[in-house]
């Protein structure tokens, strides 16, 4: 006997996700997991020699969907249309034109000692515009960059700082702020007093050698301070021996006073031992090295 399957009249085609069973008159057709097109009629055929007997079913497949298109949250989906909804273009803001600068108070006069601090400031309306610039100036020329000045200008405030004043500092500063509207500027002074200067000259002090001028040396440092002069030499070398003199001389007149510096030279290859008692110790070490030889004669 021989069984055999078919799907909507058609013989069923062989697939894995089909599982036949024939067994002792138990007969199954398992299918593993359907599709849609799998709908429709099923028949099962037996047939002998003595003739043939079918079964028939039908089923239907309902599909899953692969793409949703339905929403899955209404409520979100209506405030997500309302944000992607087209809206009316804000209108354009009025571009209002800056006004011209005008300064609000002066800079000041300024009276300092060399070395002190100086601190020129003021303010400036607009206090928000952009494009306006802010330039110094001394004695009617633009201030030079140094690390001594320090500008600032922020919201209005504007403000010059020098480290440290030097007598070429006095003068005139004017500051000039400058845009498409106009321009303004105020001006300030400066004075700076130099400090007091000392000026003594001390009466010259020559030094001698052989009664030839003392050459510069980096051995040699001579000092004159406060009536004290002295000769430093670092280091003595042969040709330094002889005979040294100093001479002091002034508008009144001239006085000397004259020294010897005797120097002993030194070797340069040292031939005398400097450690007898270690010299010792290394002729014993080295006579006890070598093996002595007897020698027999007749």
């Keep these: 006997m021989t069984v055999e399957w078919y799907h909507n009249g058609y013989p069923l085609a062989n697939g894995h996700r089909f599982r036949k069973t024939h067994d002792f008159g138990y007969v199954s057709l398992d299918i593993l997991y359907a599709f849609p097109e799998d709908s429709g009629e099923w028949t099962c055929v037996a047939t ?5 007997a079918q079964s028939s079913a039908s089923f239907n497949v309902i599909g899953n969907k692969v793409i949703y298109d339905e929403s899955q949250h209404p409520e979100s989906l209506h405030r997500i249309q309302q ?10 803001p009025v571009e209002l034109k800056p006004l011209a600068p005008q300064f609000i108070s002066p800079l000041q006069t300024i009276e300092r000692i060399e070395g002190q601090p100086a601190h020129f400031e003021t303010r400036v309306t607009p206090i928000n515009d952009p494009q306006m610039r802010v330039q110094w100036f001394k004695d009617g020329a633009p201030l030079l960059n140094s690390n001594r000045f320090h500008h600032t200008s922020d919201f209005g405030f504007i403000g010059l700082d020098i480290a440290y004043t030097v007598p070429e500092d006095s003068g005139v500063y004017t ?5 498409e509207q106009g321009q303004d500027q105020t001006e300030g002074y400066l004075g700076v007093e130099s400090k007091s200067v000392f000026r ?3 009466f010259p002090v020559l030094m001698f050698h052989n009664g030839r001028p003392l050459a510069a040396s980096s051995r040699i440092a001579m000092r004159n301070e406060f009536g004290l002069v002295t000769l430093d030499i670092h280091y003595v070398l042969p040709e330094d021996v002889g005979e040294f003199c100093c001479l002091a001389r002034n508008a009144a007149g001239e006085d000397q006073t004259t020294g010897s510096l005797h120097c002993q030279s030194r070797a340069s290859i040292l031939g005398d031992v400097q450690h007898p008692e270690s010299w010792k110790r290394i002729q014993a070490c080295f006579f006890l090295s070598y093996p002595l030889k007897v020698f027999a004669g007749n």
């Design 48 to 52: 002998n020699s003595l003739g043939e």
């Design 83 to 92: 944000i992607e909804a087209p809206k009316e273009l804000p209108p354009e």
């Design 175 to 179: 500051v000039v702020a400058a845009n």
């Design 200 to 202: 003594i000259s001390l």
